[in-house]
């Protein structure tokens, strides 16, 4: 039996993959559903090959009711050399200062 590609390759291709089909992804669909147990440092790497992604953060109740502070990733347009990776980079509102 053959083993899933678990690589951070194959999983920032999963998130771009799913953030082109429908522009945003939230840490808990990662995990559950994509199987990436750290989504926040692939759309780091991303964001340093130049994909422009914002996070926006909400507030989720999980299965068994409990509250989380979740991140939801948004991708917009076209890939920049270098895109702000931070809040304070991007003045809290996803514009570059």
């Not at 068994?64 to 347009?77: C, I, Q």
């Amino acid at each position: 039996m053959k083993r899933p590609d678990i690589s951070r390759a194959s999983q920032r291709a999963a998130i771009l993959n799913y953030l082109q089909s429908n522009g945003s992804i939230t840490t808990i669909y990662a995990r559950e559903v994509l199987g990436i147990m750290s989504p926040a440092a692939r759309v780091l790497e991303l964001r340093e090959q130049g994909h422009r992604i914002v996070t926006h953060w909400t507030k989720t109740t999980d299965n068994a009711g409990t509250k989380h502070r979740e991140a939801k990733y948004v991708l917009f347009g076209n890939v920049i050399k270098k895109a702000p990776t931070t809040s304070d980079q991007t003045n809290g509102k996803g514009i570059a200062i």
